[in-house]
């Protein structure tokens, strides 16, 4: 009946094991089997110390088949020389009578056996693994998504720096607070779209670097809000962006018989709106996409009116655009905003005259 009893409460230490084991997966993300490799390889660290440094301890972890077992394998010799490696025939029999053919015996152990030392090295090395598997997870994790949109929480605003802590998933990242839009205020418990601009590998483990300001955020932000860019039916072209302000969006459809301008805007203005909303009113401008530089250019500076644009030079890509008196503080914008947005959509430097020719000569 001792024996029995014995038994059971090791089976209800193993699940107990297993079950932190899928708590950990569930809550961290980290696979089961790598929790317990790592395991595995502390409590072989920290038993081989009962045996004088000597590598002949193995354990086993089979998260699947919930097995956990940890051996020590000794040679079995007439004379005993060296206790830590070697066990007589009588005492290898006792523990058993087959592994005398072998010539080596292998020697059940007990982890809880092991003294406080020993434990707490394992302790150590496995959270060591831990944390490297969890940096690891969170590299993976972000790579998979680079250049991507991400919805995240936020945690908390650093009161210092002003960046943002944020949740993403399991993990945390920062948004600093120059990738953060000007004048936005974000509180804890925000949920908010950030954009993946890069994820690099350093030695303190994945260095994410979010946006908010990234022109590519508000193109995956379109992509999510309209289905005929997601399925390639439209085109977004470029992207130039005043984070807070203003952005410039040029896209286009080799199909004709579709208005790409339109099914951005969407029913209403549902879709646009709906981009607006999550940019703090952000001002957007669609324009349509034209490969000849004149056309693109004149649809860049709306939402002015445009009389001429004159080519000037191929290389490096100048022009220079007429329109009429009243039209030419739209045309330039509020502190340039305007031209300079075009600017950057079309790849032309613009020069802007009145129609008259009297501004600038």
């Not at 708590?23 to 980290?30: A, H, L, N, P």
């Not at 060296?82 to 592994?99: L, M, R, V």
């Not at 804890?188 to 954009?195: A, M, R, S």
Request: some cysteine; aromatic content about 6%.
């Amino acid at each position: 009946m001792a024996r029995a009893k014995k038994n059971t409460k090791a089976e209800i230490d193993n699940s107990e094991f297993f079950a932190a084991l899928k708590q950990m997966e569930e809550e961290r993300g980290i696979p089961q089997q790598f929790i317990a490799d790592k395991f595995a390889e502390a409590i072989v660290v920290a038993a081989r110390k009962d045996y004088g440094g000597n590598d002949i301890v193995s354990c086993v972890i089979d998260p699947e088949k919930q097995i956990f077992t940890v051996t020590a394998r000794k040679e079995i010799v007439d004379q005993v020389e060296d206790s830590f490696t070697q066990i007589s025939k009588e005492d290898a029999a006792a523990i058993n009578p087959a592994s005398l053919e072998d010539g080596f015996v292998e020697i059940k152990l007990d982890p809880r056996k092991f003294g406080r030392v020993v434990a707490q090295n394992s302790k150590n090395n496995f959270r060591q693994g831990v944390r490297e598997a969890e940096r690891g997870q969170t590299l993976a994790e972000f790579q998979s998504h680079n250049r991507e949109l991400l919805t995240a929480v936020v945690q908390k605003i650093d009161p210092k720096t002003g960046n943002a802590i944020l949740l993403i998933g399991h993990n945390e990242a920062t948004l600093p607070k120059l990738e953060q839009v000007p004048d936005e205020v974000l509180k804890e418990g925000d949920h908010i779209k950030v954009y993946v601009v890069d994820v690099k590998e350093t030695d303190r483990g994945a260095r994410i670097m979010l946006s908010r300001t990234h022109p590519g955020l508000v193109k995956r932000l379109f992509e999510t809000e309209v289905p005929e860019i997601f399925d390639g039916t439209i085109e977004i072209k470029s992207v130039s962006r005043q984070a807070g302000s203003r952005t410039k969006i040029a896209v286009y459809s080799p199909d004709e018989q579709i208005d790409p301008i339109g099914a951005c805007i969407g029913p209403k203005g549902a879709r646009v709106n709906n981009i607006v909303e999550e940019l703090a009113g952000e001002k957007i401008d669609i324009v349509k996409y034209s490969e000849n530089p004149v056309e693109f250019i004149t649809e860049a500076l709306s939402p002015a009116k445009v009389v001429s644009v004159e080519i000037q030079s191929e290389d490096p890509k100048v022009c220079k655009v007429s329109v009429p008196e009243s039209q030419l503080s739209l045309a330039i914008g509020n502190k340039g905003q305007n031209v300079r947005l075009a600017a950057k959509l079309t790849g032309w430097k613009i020069d802007i005259h009145p129609e008259s020719g009297f501004f600038g000569e």
